[in-house]
């Protein structure tokens, strides 16, 4: 039984931490919490046949948050993102502006107008005096952060997805379209490439 215990206590928790260190989503995240409390209920167990009082009072513990995080993002934040897709779906139905939520822009594909990944946006730049978005910043290239390139995005021109994805038209190529603005973000939307500030 111990050594059972071992083994799924090793593969849950690793299995949870990809599953939340890729940050695919409110599900994604919550299920990984679940599997998660699965590897420290393991651990317990493992505790228990042999005798570590220390891997037990961690795994109990740690037992604890994951319960936490289930709550989280299977509960609240899960409970959340249906309210925004609700709103969403029912703009579309009634004679009203369509909606978009606002919390899917962190994260969204920039897309070109065929449908192809042009980069993801990473974060938005908004006005205190207005609230209104000055720039979008959207990450290029790279892998897992390394290597990517920054560029502000003029979320006037921006067109919403009915699946998330983000678009401007006429943008085909971030790199020559859009200025960059590499780790030093600016204080306002910078001029577009070629084009006078």
Same mark, same amino acid.
């Given at each position: 039984?111990?050594?059972?215990a071992?083994w799924?206590a090793s593969?849950?928790?690793?299995?949870a931490?990809?599953?939340?260190?890729a940050?695919?989503?409110?599900r994604?995240?919550g299920w990984?919490?679940?599997?998660f409390a699965?590897? *420290?209920v393991?651990?317990? /167990? /493992?505790?228990?046949y042999s005798?570590?009082? *220390?891997?037990?009072v961690t795994?109990a513990?740690?037992l604890?948050?994951?319960a936490?995080?289930?709550?989280?993002?299977?509960g609240?934040?899960?409970?959340?993102e249906d309210?925004?897709?609700a709103?969403?779906?029912r703009s579309q139905?009634e004679?009203?502006?369509?909606?978009?939520?606002l919390?899917?822009?962190?994260?969204? @594909?920039?897309? @070109?107008?065929?449908?192809?990944?042009?980069g993801?946006?990473?974060d938005?730049?908004a006005?205190?005096d207005?609230?209104r978005p000055?720039y979008?910043?959207v990450?290029?290239?790279?892998?897992?952060?390394?290597?990517e390139?920054?560029?502000?995005?003029?979320?006037?021109r921006?067109?919403?997805?009915?699946?998330g994805?983000v678009s401007?038209?006429g943008? @085909? @190529?971030?790199a *020559?379209?859009?200025?960059e603005?590499g780790e030093?973000?600016?204080?306002?939307l910078p001029?577009?490439?070629g084009r006078?500030?």
């Open positions: 039984m111990e050594q059972a071992g799924i593969a849950a928790t690793m299995i931490a990809m599953m939340t260190a940050n695919l989503g409110t994604v995240t990984g919490f679940a599997v699965i590897g *420290s393991a651990w317990v /167990t /493992t505790a228990v005798g570590q009082t *220390s891997l037990l795994n513990f740690l604890l948050v994951n936490i995080g289930v709550w989280r993002w299977l609240r934040q899960a409970r959340y309210g925004g897709t709103a969403e779906k139905r004679p009203v502006p369509e909606l978009f939520a919390s899917r822009l962190a994260g969204a @594909d920039l897309v @070109d107008e065929a449908g192809g990944k042009l993801r946006i990473v938005a730049m006005r205190r207005n609230g000055e979008l910043v990450a290029v290239g790279g892998l897992g952060g390394v290597g390139r920054l560029f502000a995005l003029d979320p006037a921006l067109r919403f997805g009915e699946g994805e401007m038209a943008l @085909d @190529d971030p *020559s379209q859009l200025p603005i030093s973000w600016p204080a306002q001029p577009m490439p006078a500030p």
